[in-house]
């Protein structure tokens, strides 16, 4: 689906406007970093009149209900025969490293265009992002700068200094990971996972591993309820290498974000999946100790045999937050169809009589531990 172009008339800057004297150099770095493109300095102004104080490039319409979630106000101008399809595999403060379709990776800036357009500085460029990029001569390694972020969809974010801040975009899954013990399986925790899932439009799957280390006959109603709400349930173990032939045709080919509370074997499930990985991750985990690259956003790591995992401590455990009690059942999809039957329209699920949902509940028709959940979740308890 390719969005609707048009022609757009952008405003310069005001600091287009007028050749003044750039006074504070060392702000201007520490805000936009150098820039590819010529400095607005040597950007010339004729004598014709306001016609030259604007340009003219095309922009893509964007629903907006994308603009605000998303953070993007239009899709500025690219020549595309100039510039190269890419996908950013992470960030590193102003510089993001982007992968073409031949898998070579460009370190790139970002245009100012894109940055001016944006709604949230923190939002120019994210992992994830699918961008089109004009390389750049350089004469050690490949450079470029990103002219253009395609519209995103799926994304993971966590609130940063009470604002929003978008870690993932463009992800095909959520691979919740727990484990049948050690740590002890906690349904409510999958709960919580879902919930944030469902929210961030990105399609869950629950993985339990370490069955080693139980009867796998004692996971078979937790397996039902969450197979019968619609949830894909793959029971795994790291040790044995039970279910890993399952897991690795899920993730193949497709982008998936790992999570999990600590302890329940995501990394050595990641190793067994893909043994190729074992360097990347070992990589990263060193280069955070170093404290080299605080900013390190989340990073899309490279599957050998297609496709690219997550795998991130900031998401590991991402965490719910600014939903409203109202909102809860929505993620709840088996609840959902009992809701408008309630007596009170305002019913909230919990002391009502004639509610339909509790009653849903008392006859087995919904898991009643699931609408436990559901009333701890939206603190109706
Ligand atoms: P993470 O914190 O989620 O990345 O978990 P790790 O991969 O570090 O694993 C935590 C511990 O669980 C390690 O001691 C692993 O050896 C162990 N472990 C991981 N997977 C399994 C499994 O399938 N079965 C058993 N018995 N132990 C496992
Ligand atoms: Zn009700």
């Known amino acids: 689906m390719s969005p609707k172009n048009q022609k757009v008339r952008v405003e310069f800057r005001k600091n287009r406007l007028e050749r003044t004297r750039v006074k504070d150099w060392t702000q201007q770095y520490k805000d936009h970093g150098f820039e590819q493109e010529a400095p607005v300095l040597e950007e010339r102004i004729s004598g014709k009149g306001e016609l030259v104080r604007r340009r003219t490039v095309i922009a893509a319409e964007v629903e907006p209900s994308q603009t605000e979630d998303l953070g993007f106000a239009a899709l500025p101008a690219c020549d595309t025969t100039t510039c190269q399809k890419g996908r950013v595999l992470r960030v590193h403060g102003l510089v993001s490293f982007v992968e073409n379709e031949q898998g070579d990776i460009y370190q790139c800036t970002t245009r100012r265009v894109l940055r001016t357009m944006t709604t949230d500085q923190r939002h120019v460029v994210v992992t994830g992002d699918h961008v089109l990029f004009r390389p750049v001569p350089h004469h050690k390694r ?92 793959i029971p795994l173990s790291a040790t044995t290498g039970f279910g890993i032939g399952r897991l690795r045709r899920v993730v193949q080919d497709r982008e998936s974000v790992v999570c999990g509370q600590s302890g329940v074997g995501k990394s050595s499930l990641l190793n067994v999946l893909d043994p190729a990985l074992n360097l990347r991750i070992g990589e990263i985990s060193l280069e955070n100790q170093k404290g080299k690259h605080t900013t390190t956003t989340a990073e899309l790591l490279k599957l050998s045999f297609g496709g690219y995992v997550i795998d991130t401590p900031g998401i590991r455990e991402f965490a719910l937050w600014d939903i409203i009690p109202e909102e809860v059942l929505a993620f709840y999809p088996e609840l959902v169809p009992y809701e408008n039957q309630c007596r009170f329209p305002d019913c909230t699920h919990s002391f009502e009589s004639d509610c339909a949902v509790k009653n849903a509940a008392a006859d087995g028709r919904i898991d009643m531990r699931r609408y436990e959940s559901y009333l701890s979740l939206s603190g109706r308890n």
């Open 142 to 233: 490949l450079e470029g700068a990103i002219e253009r972020i395609e519209p995103r969809t799926g994304a993971i974010s966590r609130r940063s200094k009470n604002r929003k801040q978008l870690i993932v975009t463009n992800v095909d899954q959520i691979l919740i990971i727990t484990s049948a013990a050690e740590p002890v399986l906690k349904p409510n925790l999958i709960d919580r996972f879902l919930v944030s899932a469902e929210r961030s439009g990105i399609k869950p799957i629950i993985c339990i591993n370490k069955i080693d280390l139980v009867d796998p006959a004692t996971l078979q109603p937790i397996i039902g309820v969450y197979s019968q709400i619609g949830y894909k349930v």
